[in-house]
């Protein structure tokens, strides 16, 4: 990505991103950081669409349990790769 200055609005600082090179999803992704976290990001893809997230609470470096990033799919589903279940 090219980097850009975006910029403040909102009590926010800006910079904007742009692909070096085409054909990818988006066309402009906009990072807003408030002191030194980042607050907002904004992805503009190739359809026109917009997504807008905001950031709050945000806790650094927070700790977890391996059993968050367990999972066990329903019967009946076929995972890629791995071929039918049962």
């Known amino acids: 990505f090219r980097i850009h200055d975006g910029g403040s609005a909102e009590g926010l600082y800006w910079c904007r991103l742009e692909p070096r090179n085409e054909g990818g999803d988006f066309h402009e992704i906009r990072l807003a950081l408030g002191r030194s976290e980042l607050r907002r990001l904004q992805l503009f ?18 700790q977890f349990e391996a059993a968050n990033f367990e999972f066990t799919p329903p019967p009946g589903v076929d ?8």
């Not at 893809?45 to 927070?62: A, K, M, Y």
């Not at 995972?79 to 049962?86: K, L, N």
Request: hydrophobic share 25%; aromatic share 4%; net charge neutral.
């Open 45 to 62: 893809d190739r359809l026109g669409q917009t997504t807008d997230i905001r950031f709050s609470n945000v806790e650094r470096n927070p």
């Open 79 to 86: 995972i890629v790769g791995h071929g039918p279940t049962g």
